[in-house]
């Protein structure tokens, strides 16, 4: 099973930038569909992104289409969350995620793997 150590999180402001790092370890990277889901305090893990195995096919949560963009490196083992014009509701802790057999999912159920998590916070 295949082990995520996220990276990248910080402190914004409004309007700022991040990019998130997801470094994956053990499995074989390329048999992995990759997500990034987010979770504010006080309320569920929802789903921001993902991404299927090749690259070739991405998925986006409504709230950050168009703002946030995902990417993968198989020869780096890497996942990745562009994330520009940053809203204070983009506040949170992102968590990456891993599931076998290759196609985009946007529930956290369908995922089995998962990182420890980073926070970002967006200042007004």
């Known amino acids: 099973q295949v082990q995520l150590v996220e990276s990248g999180g910080g402190l914004v402001q409004a309007g700022g930038s991040l990019r998130l790092s997801c470094a994956a370890s053990?499995?074989?990277?390329?048999?992995?569909?990759m997500g990034w889901f987010r979770q504010a305090p006080g309320k569920e893990r929802e789903f921001v992104a993902a991404?299927?195995?090749?690259?070739?096919?991405?998925g986006y949560a409504d709230s950050v289409k168009g703002r946030f963009t995902i990417s993968r490196d198989n020869a780096k083992k890497a996942v990745y969350l562009q994330m520009n014009s940053l809203k204070p509701e983009d506040t949170a802790v992102y968590y990456c995620?891993?599931?076998?057999?290759?196609?985009?999912?946007?529930?956290?159920?369908?995922?089995?793997?998962w990182g420890q998590g980073t926070q970002v916070t967006v200042s007004s």
């Open positions: 995620a891993a599931r076998p057999r290759g196609g985009i999912r946007t529930e956290a159920a369908d995922f089995g793997s």
């Open positions: 053990g499995g074989r990277f390329s048999d992995y569909a």
């Open positions: 991404i299927n195995w090749n690259g070739g096919d991405t």
